[in-house]
């Protein structure tokens, strides 16, 4: 499984970024897809998840300003990200999570650079 980011770069406050993650093969097979991010210093973190039914979780810092969603004839994830913070700043990788013979897999992409300038 290969998951490829792509739609990180710089912006200023206030602005928007859309993050893509294209599977390798269908994304039906996956339970759970979603975003996590990982600042300077800190853990990696989950930002937001959609499950195969299209149930969404997010991170309280994020509500109301990020939204996932999953293409699936095109085997991609998204992420817009609206009313981007500098504390928004961080590498985002995207994951997926899979259950293949009652044992749990996480896959992950190589991550892709948002940095947000006050």
């Known amino acids: 499984v290969q998951l490829v980011e792509s739609g990180g770069g710089l912006v200023q406050a206030g602005e928007s970024l859309r993050l893509s993650c294209k599977a390798s093969?269908?994304?039906?097979?996956?339970?759970?897809m979603g975003w996590y991010r990982q600042a300077p210093g800190k853990e990696r973190e989950l930002v937001a998840e959609?499950?195969?039914?299209?149930?969404?979780i997010y991170a309280d810092s994020v509500k109301g300003r990020f939204t996932v969603s999953r293409d699936n004839a095109e085997n991609t994830v998204y992420l817009q990200m609206n009313s981007l913070k500098p504390e928004d700043t961080a590498v985002y990788y995207c994951?997926?999570?899979?259950?293949?013979?009652?044992?749990?897999?996480?896959?992950w992409g190589q991550g892709t650079l948002v940095t947000v300038s006050s």
């Open positions: 093969g269908s994304i039906f097979r996956f339970n759970v």
């Open positions: 994951n997926a999570k899979e259950t293949l013979y009652y044992r749990d897999y996480d896959y």
């Open positions: 959609i499950t195969k039914r299209g149930t969404t």
